[in-house]
């Protein structure tokens, strides 16, 4: 199956500090998303990015399909940042089915 | 963007029982919904694609008699977790896709299984 790999798997801010994450993947996708997953376990969509780049607020994101990575930007970050950074796949052989990567533990503190 | 909501939260079952997990889409159709797994401090895997009226599909090393999935409705899939045992404790969480033409995938809240 394809392989998504997420770095860093841990990151510790200061609150205002901007960070970096990244996710490879093995192979084309059709869809890529990244997730926040809250201490309660809920995974909230931030964006749904199979190429090209998007911004939320703090948040951006970048997909550059044909090299296979895309990246999350977090600028000025929050104490309520902090959680689990999921990047998720969908190969397009079953539309809707994610293959995970591991997540990115982000702990931003005051 | 859409809603999809599960039920319960939480449960804590005792050993040799059944649990019973509900996911519905609340404001779209789904004919194809997926449940996920998660391990603490572990990545979602991928347990089975629901298939509304039709068998589910399994991935491989997922116990289908003991993880039952109905999918009768457009709207509502659930999974049963039969004679539950301790290391059936985990997080569940479903996901569907409203549309066709993009498939950007929307989750459950998800429900903590306790056994013991």
């Known amino acids: 199956g394809i392989q998504v790999e997420q770095s860093p798997p841990d990151l510790i801010l200061q609150e205002g500090a901007n960070s970096t994450l990244r996710c490879n993947f093995s192979d084309s996708v059709n869809n890529l998303q990244w997730f926040h997953q809250n201490p309660w376990g809920q995974l909230i969509n931030l964006f749904y990015?199979?190429?090209g780049t998007k911004q939320n607020g703090r948040l951006s994101a970048t997909t550059v399909a044909t090299e296979r990575y895309s990246l999350l930007y977090i600028s000025s970050s929050q104490t309520t940042d902090s959680g689990v950074y999921f990047c998720a796949v969908d190969r397009g052989s079953t539309l809707g089915r994610l293959y995970f990567g591991r997540g990115t533990q982000l702990t931003v503190w005051p | 963007g859409a809603v999809v909501s599960q039920h319960p939260s939480w449960v804590i079952c005792k050993s040799g029982t059944s649990v019973k997990i509900e996911c519905r889409s609340l404001?779209?159709?789904?004919?194809?919904m997926f449940w996920y797994r998660q391990f603490p401090k572990q990545s979602l895997m991928l347990m089975a694609t629901s298939n509304e009226g039709s068998k589910a599909t399994y991935e491989q090393g997922v116990e289908k008699d003991k993880f039952l999935i109905n999918h009768a409705s457009l709207t509502l899939s659930t999974l049963t977790v039969t004679s539950a045992h301790p290391e059936d404790s985990s997080f569940y969480i479903c996901?569907?896709?409203?549309?066709?033409?993009?498939?950007?995938?929307?989750f459950g809240q998800g429900t903590r299984l306790t056994v013991v």
């Open positions: 404001d779209f159709q789904a004919t194809t």
């Open positions: 990015i199979p190429s």
């Open positions: 996901s569907a896709s409203p549309r066709q033409d993009n498939t950007e995938a929307f």
